[in-house]
């Protein structure tokens, strides 16, 4: 009877510490105002983002980790890196793009000068030496961040299908985009676009370094944590003063000859 009458106590303990527990949590991401989170991005779509998150973290763990671990594996980071550079040159069009939209017009001279300087010198962008060399650093550009320049707010939250964290208005931005992408135009059938879309994705992957298992470890609610370290990454990038310029360091070269920047007067 007493072990009986204790057990009871004891179910009952645990079952009122996981209420207030639980209680806790969603005063801390719930959907009050106090909260930052919140704040940030409304989430109505909350249960079906959630089953996509799902549906993305098995994808990761069982496909494209692996998958990266093995491209990994079979080819030297030298060149994963050299075919990261081929593409991120490739996509210039549309950073190029959208800082011209934005009326940076340092940001659209940086990324005119890194494209032609590693297209040249770089042999079609395998290299980057306008940023290895002269210090020409890139920048971090899309129709997503166009929009929020519009101060066109972000809408809902959203977990795309194996893209990931999303929303509304960088969801549209991603799809304008992709008309920009010089591959749109390459005049590949649908399976070789796809496939090149997946080299450029799992080569990303290869040189990751587990970011994304380190979340998984640490968060108590990972689906939370990306949610707002997504926003609130989106949210400094659209308010971003700074042009992440940093030309001709060192002494092989005099910057005030060969930076272009000061050729007129910026």
Same mark, same amino acid.
């Given at each position: ?9 004891f ?20 959907d ?42 079979a080819? =030297?980071?030298?060149a994963r890196?050299?075919?990261g550079? $081929?593409?991120?040159?490739? +996509?210039? *069009?549309? &950073?190029?793009? !959208?800082?011209?939209?934005q009326?940076?017009?340092r940001?659209?001279?940086t ?23 002269a ?18 707010g972000?809408?809902?939250y ?6 990931? =964290?999303s929303?509304?208005?960088?969801a549209?931005?991603? $799809?304008?985009?992709?008309? +920009?992408d *010089?591959? &749109?135009?390459? !005049? ?6 796809m496939g090149?879309k997946f080299?450029?994705?799992e ?6 370094r ?37 030309i001709?360091?060192?002494p ?11 050729? $007129?007067?910026?």
């Open positions: 009877m007493v072990l009986r009458v204790f057990t009871l106590l179910v009952g303990y645990f079952i009122l510490a996981g209420s207030v527990l639980a209680d806790d949590f969603d005063s801390a991401f719930g009050d105002d106090t909260t930052v989170a919140e704040k940030l991005i409304s989430d109505p779509f909350q249960p079906f983002n959630r089953g996509t998150f799902w549906v993305n973290d098995k994808l990761y763990f069982y496909l494209f980790k692996p998958v990266a671990k093995g491209y990994r594996w080819i =030297p980071r030298p890196v050299s075919v550079n $081929f593409f991120s040159n490739l +996509a210039t *069009p549309i &950073r190029a793009g !959208n800082a011209l939209l009326f940076k017009f940001d659209f001279g990324e005119t000068y890194r494209f032609v300087i590693n297209t040249t010198f770089g042999i079609g962008g395998l290299f980057d030496p306008a940023e290895s060399i210090g020409v650093k890139g920048t971090v550009e899309d129709f997503g961040q166009t929009l929020g320049y519009y101060r066109v972000h809408g809902f959203l977990v795309l299908p194996i893209v990931g =964290p929303s509304l208005r960088d549209t931005g991603f $799809f304008v985009d992709s008309f +920009a *010089p591959l &749109r135009y390459a !005049n590949l059938e649908t399976r070789e676009f090149v080299l450029d994705s080569n990303r992957l290869s040189l990751d587990d970011t994304y298992e380190g979340i998984i470890h640490d968060s108590i609610d990972p689906y939370l944590f990306i949610r707002a370290a997504y926003v609130q990454r989106r949210l400094a990038q659209v308010g971003e003063d700074s042009y992440n310029v940093n001709f360091e060192g092989l070269f005099d910057s005030d000859i060969l930076n272009p920047f000061d050729w $007129f007067g910026f």
